[in-house]
Nanobody, 126 residues
Framework: QVQLAESGGGLVQAGDSLTLSCTVS??????LGWFRQAPGKEREFVAA?????????FYADSVKGRFTVSRDTDKNAIYLQLNSLKPEDTAVYYC????????????????????WGQGTQVTVSS
């Protein structure tokens, strides 16, 4: 049974940092991604790490330069380092997994991911 479990969310102030973790159990995937959903808004792409090593990475323009995605193959996990957090980063953050071969366009589309975690809340106060 495949399970994705996020952790690391919390309440922080603007400018602070957080590290989110997502542990995958049950199988391995070629693509792992992070998405987020703010209250009253649609889910949006944040970042993706493609390939078994996670060496191919894509980011949403809104987080480029502030967030860093990484993958630990040995632990079958994906991480998201969030720096210089802003109030607009407040959302529930979800990790997602897929066995599809992806590119920059498809990795940003949640419909291409078949497995999702339950999410972890990140709240950034001003």
């Amino acid at each position: 049974q495949v399970q994705l479990a996020e952790s690391g969310g919390g309440l922080v102030q603007a400018g602070d940092s957080l590290t989110l973790s997502c542990t995958v159990s049950g199988r391995t995937f070629t693509a792992l991604g992070w998405f987020r959903q703010a209250p009253g808004k649609e889910r949006e792409f944040v970042a993706a790490a493609l390939g078994w090593s996670g060496g191919v990475r894509f980011y949403a323009d809104s987080v480029k330069g502030r967030f860093t995605v990484s993958r630990d193959t040995d632990k079958n996990a994906i991480y998201l380092q969030l720096n210089s957090l802003k109030p607009e980063d407040t959302a529930v953050y979800y990790c997602a997994a897929s066995s599809q071969l992806m590119n920059s366009r498809t990795s940003a589309d949640g419909q291409h991911y078949g497995y999702w975690g339950q999410g972890t809340q990140v709240t950034v106060s001003s």
